[in-house]
């Protein structure tokens, strides 16, 4: 019976898992149908900013200071994880990631400053005491363009004042609700787009006015802006998809579980029934005896 009553108890334990994670997993869908219809609309207009940047800077060879290009001394890396865990390996990628660029710009003798979106990211990197990281977890609670603007102008106006060299931003970007790539890009200085000799000219049909070169100057921090907001938005989508999948993964492990236990228990049962009903038989033969 003792071992019946342990059955019992790790069959309520599952069940009780089984539930919390199926209510995990509806509520992650919830977020991530929002999610994925925010970075959906957003990709549109960001793609059609590049395309009309390219065709600027590719044509006329125009730069602005977001442009050049200095030897590396100061690096920043803004590493974008999440601020909850429970969504399999989503976090501990882009970790290991950054681990990967710090490792790589130590090497390089130059000085590197951490700025983490997402609490996961913070608490592991804030440990290492060589590192100078700045927080910013709470933008991920509601994440709006005005609050991540603010941060990415903060940024742009280091570059500007050549305080810091190059940028790189480190996440994860959104492709479905199973998958999720790991992106590492340079956000600061801004890559021209090259073209191959004999390829496709770019798209002529813009009307510029007053100038490309005043466009330009204007565009540049706002498609900055809008790439910055992207990748926030990218990560928000894939994370709630992780963790989506996650939750019902944990959910079918759960429900395999039950089964089996379930199966044991009845076993258990039926053989603590056997062994009474044979005790009984045994009792009254031997009284007949």
């Known amino acids: 019976m003792a071992n019946l009553k342990e059955v019992r108890t790790r069959i309520a334990s599952v069940s009780s898992t089984q539930q919390i994670t199926s209510a995990m997993k509806m509520v992650s869908a919830a977020k991530f149908r929002r999610a ?20 600027i800077d590719v044509a006329d060879g125009i730069q602005t200071p977001y442009h050049l290009v200095r030897p ?26 950054a681990q990967s660029r710090i490792d790589h710009w ?5 000085n590197i400053n951490v700025i983490s979106i997402g609490k996961k990211s913070s608490e592991m ?6 590192l100078t990281v700045k927080a910013y977890d709470e933008l991920l609670d509601s994440p709006s363009f005005d609050a ?22 480190i996440y994860n ?18 890559e021209s787009e090259k073209r191959k000799v004999g390829s496709e000219k770019v798209n002529s049909d813009f009307i510029f006015e007053p100038s490309k070169e005043e466009i330009l100057r204007e565009m ?70």
């Open 36 to 55: 994925q219809n925010a970075i959906i609309g957003m990709r549109p207009y960001a793609a059609q900013l590049n395309e009309i940047i390219a065709d």
């Open 72 to 97: 590396v001394q100061t690096v920043v890396l803004v590493v974008v994880t999440s601020n909850k865990g429970l969504c399999g390996a989503f976090n501990s990628n882009v970790l290991k990631q």
């Open 125 to 130: 990197l804030v440990r290492q005491k060589d």
């Open 220 to 289: 540049i921090p706002l498609t900055l802006r809008s790439t910055f907001y992207r990748v926030v938005l990218d990560s928000l989508a894939a994370e709630h998809g992780a963790r989506m999948t996650a939750m019902q993964k944990a959910t079918d492990n759960a429900t395999e579980l039950l089964k089996d236990l379930k199966l044991s228990y009845n076993k258990a049962r039926q053989a603590s029934i056997t062994n009474e009903i044979i005790e009984i038989v045994s009792g009254s033969e031997a009284l007949k005896g």
């Open 148 to 169: 991540i603007a603010s941060l990415a102008d903060s940024i742009m106006n280091d570059f500007a004042d050549k305080r810091i060299d190059r940028v790189e931003l």
């Open 173 to 190: 970007q959104f492709k479905n609700s199973l998958t999720q790539v790991l992106s590492t890009e340079q956000w600061l200085p801004v």
């Open 106 to 110: 130590r090497e390089a003798k130059a």
